[in-house]
Structures are given as C-alpha cells and as structure tokens.
Nanobody, 115 residues
Framework: VQVVESGGGLVQPGGSLRLSCAAS????????MSWYRQAPGKERELVAR????????NYADSVKGRFTASRDSARNTVYLQMNSLKPEDTAVYYC?????????WGQGTQVTVSS
C-alpha cells in the first residue's frame, strides 16, 4: 500500500495550510487514517485520527479548534486543514494508514511556520 502526502510548505504565523494523504488500497481494507508530526529533537506525535467505520475524529489537545481532519472515502484520501498556525506547529507531518494489510507510512511533508 502506497501512502503519499502533499501540501506542506512555508507559512507565516496565523496562516493556513491543507495537507492531503492518498492511500492506494481498497476502501474496505482500511481501518483508520491518521496524521502524525515530528519536530526536530522530539518524538513523533499523533495529530489526528479518523476511523473509516465512522465515529469521532481524535485530535491532539495542542491542535483542537485549529486543525480539522476530513476524509474522501471514494478516493481513499484524508485531509488536514490547519488554521491559525503557530511556530510550534513546525514539523514533518506524516500520514499513517492502518488496515488488514498492516500499517503503512508516507514519506512525510515539511510544514514550517515562520515569519
């Protein structure tokens, strides 16, 4: 299963970015799609998780109210809309796809928040 992220870049504090993650798997084989991030010198942390069976989307406390994760089931694609970005949001953002095939990660996309 291939996992491809896109949409990172450089943005000023208070700005917005939208990340995309596409998975090359059958929809019925995917259990969840998640966004993680890893800042320099820090551990990788969960940002948001969506379950394909429905239910609530889980968010890290640090992004609640600013980030919104959504899913296009037909395209096996998830998005992460990031608003009111802060310098501490700077990190490499990874997409993680879990299913009956196991767990696959994307290559990551860099998000830099700086003036």
């Amino acid at each position: 299963v291939q996992v491809v992220e896109s949409g990172g870049g450089l943005v000023q504090p208070g700005g917005s970015l939208r990340l995309s993650c596409a998975a090359s798997a059958f929809t019925f084989s995917i259990y969840s799609m998640s966004w993680y991030r890893q800042a320099p010198g820090k551990e990788r942390e969960l940002v948001a998780r969506l379950f394909t069976g429905g239910g609530n989307t889980n968010y890290a406390d640090s992004v609640k109210g600013r980030f919104t994760a959504s899913r296009d089931s037909a395209r096996n694609t998830v998005y992460l809309q990031m608003n009111s970005l802060k310098p501490e949001d700077t990190a490499v953002y990874y997409c993680r796809v879990a299913g009956n095939f196991g767990i696959n990660w994307g290559q990551g996309t860099q998000v830099t928040v700086s003036s």
